[in-house]
């Protein structure tokens, strides 16, 4: 069966530096997102991209985070200066239909730790 | 606003026993539900969805969940649990703002005791 890859699994930065997490969705999906989840809380919602650009992001999502389609097939999510408080779980996701019923398919994440 | 919760954050229940996770949503529309499970170190895999009809839907692994609507409810149910059902369940609601969001609840961490 088909799946959602990120690389890579676990990611250590340093407070400041830019990070890229990258993800290849399911090759015929046509919703593409990020996901986070801070240890212990719950999934929160970042950003949907769909058709080349962002159809809607959350309060989390400000400036210092972009996503980015450069190719067919990844999807990237870059963090420009990373702050303590960024350090979760980062999960992409994708939908294989533009209808809110459809499931979302998910990689198994990358961690992040900003130090 | 839309949201999802799970009033438990964990339980515990013994091998063989029954097992049943509460969810309440709230969204002014009508409900696209989901319950999702995840094992340690892994992504979220999806149990089962509600969309119409039947209002109690089967999923994968002998799991089962119930719409109720004058509840605004969607409990997870299985009759007997394994240990490897042990993990973190998440209930979920699709919602159409714009960019066809899936909105979690906090999550129930299960455990299965022998």
């Known amino acids: 069966e088909p799946e959602v890859t990120q690389t890579p699994s676990h990611q250590v930065t340093q407070m400041g530096q830019e990070v890229i997490l990258r993800c290849v969705p399911i090759?015929?999906?046509?919703?593409f997102y990020w996901y986070r989840q801070i240890l212990g809380q719950k999934v929160e919602f970042l950003v949907s991209?769909?058709?080349?650009?962002?159809?809607?992001k959350s309060e989390i999502f400000d400036d210092q985070f972009s996503v980015e389609r450069p190719d067919g097939s990844n999807f990237t999510l870059k963090i420009r200066s990373t702050k303590l408080e960024d350090s979760a779980m980062y999960f992409c996701?994708?939908?294989?239909?533009?209808?809110?019923?459809?499931?979302?398919?998910f990689g198994n994440g990358t961690r992040l730790t900003v130090t | 606003a839309q949201s999802v919760t799970q009033p438990d954050i964990h339980i515990t229940v013994s091998e063989g026993a029954s097992l049943e996770l509460r969810c309440n949503y709230s969204?002014?529309?009508?409900?696209?539900l989901f319950w999702y499970v995840q094992s340690p170190g892994q992504g979220l895999q999806l149990l089962l969805k509600?969309?119409?009809?039947?209002?109690l839907v089967q999923g994968v692994k002998g799991f089962e969940a119930e719409f109720k609507r004058s509840q605004s409810s969607f409990n997870l149910r299985k009759p007997s649990v394994h240990w490897s059902d042990a993990a973190e369940y998440f209930c979920?609601?699709?919602?159409?703002?714009?960019?066809?969001?899936?909105?979690f609840g906090a999550g129930t961490r299960l455990f299965v005791k022998a």
């Open positions: 996701a994708s939908r294989a239909l533009a209808a809110y019923n459809s499931p979302l398919h």
């Open positions: 090759s015929n999906h046509l919703y």
């Open positions: 991209f769909y058709n080349n650009e962002i159809s809607e």
């Open positions: 969204y002014g529309a009508t409900p696209y």
């Open positions: 509600y969309f119409s009809g039947d209002t």
């Open positions: 979920a609601v699709g919602v159409n703002t714009g960019g066809f969001k899936t909105i």
